[in-house]
Each structure stands twice: as structure tokens, then as C-alpha cells.
């Protein structure tokens, strides 16, 4: 799925409410829109996954102003705390968004599994992922991705925060012009000790 253009939502591909997209070995690149650059999908019913990617690419994909929308998701965005993606396998490169998440912007569950993000970029915050909802990383690395804002790696909100989730996964070159830093009480001890460590090596913020 190469060179699409969408005006609002999904350069390459829309999933609807209570839609389902399952996609292997697959290239999704060159797409653009104002939300989800590559994916845009919303809606989903609770415990069932409405993306599903194995052994995908997505590279260069771009979510840009197209007029009033809000731009999110240089790969993908889904919309709604019932949209849960999984993604395996695979590789995200040199995405772009002119707002939040250079590669995701996600509102619901988020898991990933040695997926790689790398050279991703956003204008306002999260370098590689922008993030609203539950999240769960095994594996995989994440490098040289940037923001003008916070997170050059990853930007979890007040809600997604407590519930991120990282094991396994390398970090290195990600950059953000601006920290903002949680407390403690704000996380519970093992998540905090998590993000400190992160925190340190640059690669999260909040």
C-alpha cells in the first residue's frame, strides 16, 4: 500500500467502528493524511483487537494538515479507548507528524513485540508514540527518533503512564527538546523505576 493520499483519516488504509484490520508481511509507506498517515482506525469492541500487523513495514508515512483536522499518527492512529492494535514483527522508519506521534498515536491498548522504530519525528510530542492508553512493549528497539516537544521516543499522558509496560526493549539517539518528569506517587514504585531508568537514557518522557 504505497503513495495514497486521505484528507482526513487513513492515507492508506481506514478501518471503521467494529472494524478489523490483519495485515502480514506487508509494506505500507509513502501514505498521507491528516490522522493516521498510513492506518486510521476507531472504534472496536472491548477485548478484540482492531489492528492487527505481523511482519510489516511502514516507512514514510506522513500525517500533515489537510485544513482543520487535528493531525496525529505519521504511520497509524487509532481513535477511541476500545481501538487495541497489536504489532509484531515489524519495522517502522522515517515517519512523520506535524503534531503528536511520529509513527502511532493510539487511544486504546497499544501492544507491541520486537517491533523497531527508527528515525521517526514529530513537530509537538513523541518522536516514535504518542500514547492515551495502556501500553505493552516486549522487545524490539527504538532509535533516532525526535521531537520538538517531549518524548523523543515516547509521550504517555496522564492516563497512559501507569500502565506502560516495557520489557526487553533498547533505546538509543532519541531526542526531545522539552522534559517534562512524573513523581513517583504519580506511578507506584516499579512502573517509576522503569521510567527513571528511561528517563535517564533519554528515550521517555510525560
Given at each position: 500500500?504505497?503513495?495514497?493520499?486521505?484528507?482526513?483519516?487513513?492515507?492508506?488504509?481506514?478501518?471503521?467502528?467494529?472494524?478489523?484490520?490483519?495485515?502480514?508481511?506487508?509494506?505500507?509507506?509513502?501514505?498521507?493524511?491528516?490522522?493516521?498517515?498510513?492506518?486510521?482506525?476507531?472504534?472496536?469492541?472491548?477485548?478484540?483487537?482492531?489492528?492487527?500487523?505481523?511482519y510489516c513495514s511502514l516507512e514514510n508515512n506522513k500525517a500533515a494538515t489537510t485544513g482543520n483536522d487535528m493531525v496525529t499518527g505519521g504511520a497509524i492512529t487509532t481513535e477511541g479507548s476500545n481501538t487495541e492494535a497489536k504489532i509484531i514483527n515489524s519495522n517502522f522508519k522515517n515517519n512523520h507528524s506535524e503534531n503528536t506521534g511520529g509513527a502511532i498515536r493510539t487511544g486504546g491498548l497499544l501492544e507491541l513485540e520486537n517491533s523497531n522504530f527508527k528515525g521517526s519525528k514529530s513537530n509537538y510530542a513523541g518522536g516514535a508514540l504518542f500514547v492515551e492508553g495502556p501500553v505493552q512493549i516486549t522487545g524490539g528497539e527504538f532509535s533516532g527518533n525526535a521531537t520538538m516537544e517531549s518524548g523523543g521516543a515516547i509521550y504517555a499522558d496522564?492516563?497512559?503512564?501507569?500502565?506502560?509496560?516495557?520489557?526487553?526493549?533498547?533505546?538509543?539517539?532519541?531526542?526531545?527538546?522539552?522534559?517534562?518528569?512524573?513523581?513517583?506517587?504519580?506511578?507506584?514504585?516499579?512502573?517509576?523505576?522503569v521510567f527513571k531508568a528511561l528517563l535517564d537514557e533519554g528515550a521517555v518522557q510525560a
Open positions: 500500500i504505497v503513495n495514497n493520499k486521505g484528507y482526513s483519516y487513513g492515507g492508506g488504509i481506514f478501518v471503521s467502528s467494529n472494524g478489523f484490520l490483519m495485515a502480514t508481511d506487508s509494506v505500507i509507506s509513502d501514505n498521507r493524511a491528516a490522522r493516521g498517515g498510513g492506518i486510521f482506525a476507531t472504534g472496536g469492541s472491548t477485548g478484540s483487537y482492531s489492528i492487527f500487523l505481523d496522564e492516563n497512559a503512564m501507569p500502565l506502560l509496560n516495557i520489557k526487553g526493549t533498547e533505546f538509543s539517539d532519541n531526542k526531545a527538546e522539552r522534559v517534562i518528569v512524573w513523581e513517583e506517587e504519580d506511578m507506584g514504585h516499579e512502573a517509576f523505576a
